[in-house]
């Protein structure tokens, strides 16, 4: 197919054309409020884990406290080839800017730990709102990125919470491993604690300004890159869109599916909106690069940036209407979230 160039306005002339179309030609079709599944009557889980078929682990600090230990874990973790994530508040991003630069520039991921570390549950919306954008700014300030990832104080999480912070463009991460670290056990206990919970795809919670943390970490990093592992940052590990989020947290991709809709179908609302598409100003070139990826259930020849949108809806595409004109090689389908309310009790 010959490719096609579009502007920002156009682009959002064929991603309303390219909805329009699947759900005016698609029989059945379930509206849900997200990628990741049905959220009516359900409580909401942020990201524990990730399923993963290669050994890829995320490491990461909750940083909140002092900074006595901010060059030893730069290297270590360099001398193990470890990237980690570190969520850092912004009230330490104001008392210790320099360390927030070290990691950073040391190739850290820096996400958002909130801006002053409150209990979030029950907390009002645009209270959180205020809080997460604070700190969001001040990383920003300090490294000229942005966070998209945010870890809530003491793990605390709720349904607003979560849509909250999806609203804001945010993933809620947790954990799926431990260190348990803030109750200051011996660094051998950290060890055993550690490796005897990970696995392809985990998460590993760990804070910074501790001294057992410092000394339990080299033989943890040594013993799982041994093994296989590859550290990666949070936002290498996790899925960005088409998943579902298991009962544990785990997230887990979608299968792409191959949606077939029939050329007639497809040609018959063409026809019949016809005048509208033109009004619209879109050339006969854009409709036709719609109307081919649309006939296919090939959402890959769409542009990139319309790419999302065409999978949402054909996603919600119900095989089980035996009038429908559209036909499916792929029987998954998005999973219902489960959710437990809070993590385990965590300090910071």
């Known amino acids: 197919m010959k490719s096609v160039t579009f502007t920002k306005k156009q682009i959002k002339r064929v991603i309303a054309i390219a909805l329009f179309v699947v759900v005016a030609v698609a029989v059945g079709i379930t509206l849900a409020a997200t990628s990741v599944g049905s959220r009516a009557a359900k409580r909401l889980l942020p990201i524990y884990s990730v399923e993963c078929d290669k050994k890829k682990i995320a490491v990461t600090f909750d940083v909140a406290w002092e900074n006595s230990n901010t060059d030893e874990l730069i290297s270590i973790l360099k001398d193990n080839d470890a990237k980690a994530t570190f969520f850092v508040t912004g009230d330490w991003c104001d008392r210790y800017p320099d360390d927030v630069k070290k990691f950073f520039d040391a190739g850290h991921e820096i996400e958002n730990h909130s801006d002053k570390h409150p209990h979030v549950l029950g907390m009002n919306v645009n209270d959180l709102i205020a809080d997460t954008r604070e700190c969001t700014r001040k990383i920003k300030m300090l490294t000229g990125e942005e966070p998209t990832l945010y870890r809530a104080p003491y793990g605390e999480y709720d349904d607003s919470l979560i849509t909250t912070l999806d609203g804001m463009g945010m993933k809620v991460i947790q954990w799926d491993v431990d260190s348990v670290d803030w109750k200051k056990p011996s660094a051998s206990d950290i060890k055993k604690k550690v490796l ?153």
């Open 196 to 348: 005897k919970g990970v696995k392809p795809g985990s998460i590993l919670l760990f804070h910074n300004d501790l001294e057992n943390t410092t000394e339990a970490l080299p033989d943890i990093l040594g013993e799982l890159k041994s093994q296989g592992y590859e550290f990666v940052t949070v936002k290498d590990l996790i899925f960005k869109d088409n998943y579902t989020i298991d009962s544990d947290g785990k997230q887990i991709p979608q299968a792409a599916e191959t949606v077939k809709i029939s050329d007639e179908r497809v040609e018959e609302v063409i026809a019949q909106y016809s005048d509208k598409l033109s009004a619209m100003g879109l050339s006969e070139q854009q409709i036709e690069q719609a109307r081919t990826a649309l006939k296919n259930g090939d959402v890959n020849a769409l542009p990139k940036e319309l790419q999302p949108y065409a999978q949402e809806v054909m996603a919600r595409i119900n095989e089980s209407d035996s009038t429908s004109d559209v036909t499916s090689t792929d029987t998954s389908t998005v999973t219902s979230n489960s959710v437990v309310s809070q993590a385990d009790g965590v300090v910071k």
